[in-house]
């Protein structure tokens, strides 16, 4: 079993539309997570930076953690076609010093 | 404030030889950390330098090492290149605040394909 599960999609949304990505993950020990967008061949740009359970939001993404049922969200609200992108998820322990990544989700937002 | 920068951006090398990547961390940064990324999948932990050592290892052969430099600048090695090698090879900086990292700040990544 993978440490961090992420359906690739792919995933393809209209414009304004509110698009949800989710991760699970099985280490217990995980309490830094963080949420990545890539564009093809590019790096990953960091999106979301959150520690243990709760929300935060920055502009259009909310991130969301339950620790309780090992699951993160990310929620893009009135998405755009510049959203279009690989979004991954990633976690880490106390430290921060090793992140343990989703494969990413595809997300295609059509004009 | 210039970011993570890495060179070089694209590399073709032949199976059995040797590579050399370099990064150049964000300003204020004095962690490097590397990643290996396949097509299609997340990135993988290679390794860390901290205070110019290796502090922790990702599941990954000898044939992959790494320095780090006083000014914090790291190169990831390989050597005897396979090529199940070719991937997209990105760096990671960011601050040890007392043992504990803030959020990591990647590079645009090196391509690396072997044949």
């Known amino acids: 079993q993978k440490e961090v599960e992420q359906d690739p999609g792919p995933l393809s949304v209209p414009e304004g539309a509110i698009v949800s990505l989710n991760c699970t993950y099985s280490?217990?020990?995980?309490?830094?997570f963080m949420w990545y967008r890539q564009y093809s061949r590019k790096g990953p740009e960091l999106l979301m930076y959150t520690y243990s359970s709760g929300n935060k939001e920055d502009g259009r993404f909310t991130a969301q953690v339950d620790k309780s049922s090992k699951y993160i969200s990310l929620f893009i609200r009135d998405s755009q076609p510049s959203d279009s992108a690989t979004y991954l998820c990633?976690?880490?322990?106390?430290?921060?010093?090793?992140?343990?990544f989703g494969t990413g989700t595809s997300l295609t937002v059509i004009p | 404030d210039a970011g993570v920068t890495q060179s070089p951006t694209h590399l073709i090398k032949t199976r059995g030889q040797q590579v050399t990547l370099r990064c150049s961390p964000k300003s204020g940064h004095d962690t490097v950390s590397w990643y290996q990324q396949a097509l299609g999948q997340g990135p993988q932990f290679i390794f860390q330098?901290?205070?110019?050592?290796?502090?922790q290892r990702g599941n990954f052969p000898d044939r992959f090492s790494g320095h780090q430099f006083p000014n914090y600048s790291s190169e990831l090695n390989v050597n005897a290149l396979l090529l199940g090698d070719s991937a997209l090879y990105l760096c990671?900086?960011?601050?040890?605040?007392?043992?504990?990292?803030?959020?990591?700040?990647f590079g645009q990544g090196t391509r690396l394909t072997v044949v």
């Open positions: 280490n217990s020990a995980f309490q830094y």
């Open positions: 990633a976690m880490s322990g106390r430290t921060g010093n090793q992140f343990y």
């Open positions: 330098y901290y205070e110019e050592e290796e502090r």
């Open positions: 990671a900086s960011s601050l040890d605040r007392g043992g504990l990292l803030t959020e990591a700040f």
